[in-house]
């Protein structure tokens, strides 16, 4: 289903553009991922509209069967990638679970602004976008998803999240259809 609406009260939420996510092995290249989500920044930005820039920093302490393979992370790890060209009205979000919202002052920050609808991007499509994009629908907020700016470790696992998850919380489309709507 193609992208209808913006509200007027939308934010656009960027998850995990980071060095340590984007040196992991992606399905897709993350260059046109980072691009991507930098002109819907720079839409956003100019509309005045809220940016939230969401990185990932530890996790939670809870155990899984999934190997910790990746060892000592590298210092920089969860430092947001300079092409986000953050600035000062950003609101900077540091997650240690899957989800933006958990345990976060997000859903604060978003309700102070007014915000009615957020649009979800970045990196990992079956992670913490699809965590997010989850929990923003379950805290009532219209949802929009570029599946243009995302991918994922796993081809399958974006794809079940693009084919599957989204459809049925969201609107997805494309950057393209997104940046139309924000210049009419």
Known sequence: MPITTLDSNTALI??????????????????PIVEKSCQLLSTFREKHLPVVLVNVAGSAPGRNEQAKSH?????DW????????????DHLVTKKTWGAFTNTDLDDYLKSKSVTQVVVVGVATSIGVESTARQ??????????????MTDLNMDTHLNSVNLIFPRLAETGNTADLLALLKT
């Open 71 to 75: 060892g000592e992370l590298p210092a």
């Open 136 to 149: 923003a629908w379950e805290l009532g907020y219209n949802v929009t998803l570029a599946t243009d700016a």
């Open 78 to 89: 969860s430092q947001l990638v300079s092409e986000l060209n953050i600035q000062p009205s």
């Open 14 to 31: 960027v998850i995990d553009l980071q060095k340590g996510i984007l040196a992991l092995p992606t399905c897709h290249d993350t260059t």
